[in-house]
């Protein structure tokens, strides 16, 4: 099941689809750092089903956007991806056209504003890591398979983002979308 694509900053990582961690069932991970002192990334499919309004202070009602468990490292900060480039200070590409924080409050003048749009930000609570080796060592042990990620994929909030990923890997992986999440149930 091994992809011949390498991990790296802008890809994803779908989880195979019997990984019992709880923290990567079936999910799918946007890699915003790779490099030989580890991996850094945010788990896109994992809502919390709480919204910003719940965890801001400022009065974000109108912009009702879900917040996502972004991975198990880190759960009391706050991060975000978005599209909006040099508009917000201090944020990194990490991705064709995806950035990866900057400024929190231009985030929050633009969407008092009115100025931005849903679809050009999703926002974390924690992230994913891993040490030097671990994410290539979780590769080999078939835990995950790297793939090509498009913005749409990023930004979007469709439940079977799993499934779709696994089916972009061609005919060969897209059998592994209709495994049943708990083989006693086939």
Known sequence: MLSKLKPAKGRILIS??????????????????????GSVGFVLNQPLG????????EDVTGFNVPIYCGGPVQQDMLHFLHTLGEIIPDSVQVGDGIYWGGDFDT??????????????????????GWSEEQLNE???????????????????????????????????YAHIANFPENPMMN
Do not use: C
């Open 16 to 37: 195979e689809p019997f990984m019992v961690d709880p923290s990567f069932k079936r999910s799918v991970v946007f890699l915003t750092d790779h490099d030989e002192k």
């Open 50 to 57: 709480i919204n910003l309004k719940d965890v801001v202070d």
């Open 107 to 128: 985030i929050i003048t633009l969407i008092l504003n009115q100025q931005i749009q849903s679809s050009q930000i999703k926002f974390f609570i924690g992230y994913s």
């Open 138 to 172: 979780e590769i080999v042990d078939n835990n995950w398979i790297v793939g090509r990620v498009q913005q749409n994929d990023v930004f979007d909030q469709e439940e079977n983002l799993w499934k779709r990923a696994i089916k972009k890997l061609g005919a060969k």
